[in-house]
Nanobody
Framework: QVRAAESGGGLVQNGGSLSLSCTIS????????MGWFRRAPGKEREFLAG????????WYSDSVKGRFTISRDYANKLMFLQMNNLDPEDTAIYYC?????????????????????WGQGTQVTVSS
């Protein structure tokens, strides 16, 4: 069974940076994608960024493209989200997620329904 666990959340000032980590465990990762989502107060969970585990291909939502960077450490089963130029609107609980296994190709999953395993979430608060 695959599992994910986030760390690195906290309080940061407007315009600041923060890096989140996701520790991943389990097998069959090479046929899965990983993603970062967030849920702001009163809003639905939102896709932010995804990465294909075996080849490192990345994709982003328009809301964070150019400010956030997703990456992975393949050997140590770690995934990261570097967040720059943070705004109070970025305040949310941030989740890492692991997709189900895909049969072929290199999908760029963006929907919650594509991801089967979720971390517990980590709070990010951006002060104004």
């Amino acid at each position: 069974q695959v599992r994910a666990a986030e760390s690195g959340g906290g309080l940061v000032q407007n315009g600041g940076s923060l890096s989140l980590s996701c520790t991943i465990s389990g097998r069959t990762l090479d046929t899965r994608t990983m993603g970062w989502f967030r849920r702001a107060p009163g809003k639905e969970r939102e896709f932010l960024a995804g990465i294909t585990w075996n080849n490192g291909n990345t994709w982003y939502s328009d809301s964070v493209k150019g400010r956030f960077t997703i990456s992975r450490d393949y050997a140590n089963k770690l995934m990261f989200l570097q967040m720059n130029n943070l705004d109070p609107e970025d305040t949310a609980i941030y989740y890492c997620a692991i997709s189900g296994r895909y049969p072929s190709g290199s999908p760029t999953y963006r929907g919650e329904w594509d991801y089967e395993n979720w971390g517990q979430g980590t709070q990010v608060t951006v002060s104004s």
